[in-house]
């Protein structure tokens, strides 16, 4: 069962890694004097990071609860 709950807390750090790069690469700064189609895709990719990196830290937490019952 040890073998599990590493593999639950690499799977979240995997997602919060993901969301930290998608939000880097993709969401980034917002645009000064965008228009409005660019403000909405900002929204939605920041969006899409915030959601990864909180069900990674979530995941992770998750693990080290299941970790530490054992």
Same mark, same amino acid.
């Given at each position: 069962?040890?073998?599990?709950?590493?593999i639950?807390?690499?799977?979240?750090?995997v997602? &919060? #890694?993901?969301?930290? +790069?998608?939000?880097?690469?993709?969401?980034? /700064?917002?645009?000064?004097?965008?228009?409005?189609?660019?403000?909405?895709?900002?929204?939605?990719?920041? &969006? #899409?990071?915030?959601? +990864?990196?909180?069900?990674?830290?979530?995941? /992770?937490?998750?693990?080290?609860?299941?970790?530490?019952?054992?």
């Open positions: 069962m040890g073998k599990y709950k590493k639950i807390i690499t799977i979240g750090i997602f &919060l #890694i993901i969301g930290i +790069l998608f939000d880097t690469f993709f969401a980034g /700064i917002p645009i000064q004097y965008a228009s409005q189609e660019m403000l909405d895709a900002y929204d939605r990719n920041s &969006l #899409i990071s915030n959601f +990864l990196m909180i069900s990674g830290i979530l995941i /992770i937490l998750f693990g080290l609860i299941l970790k530490k019952e054992e």
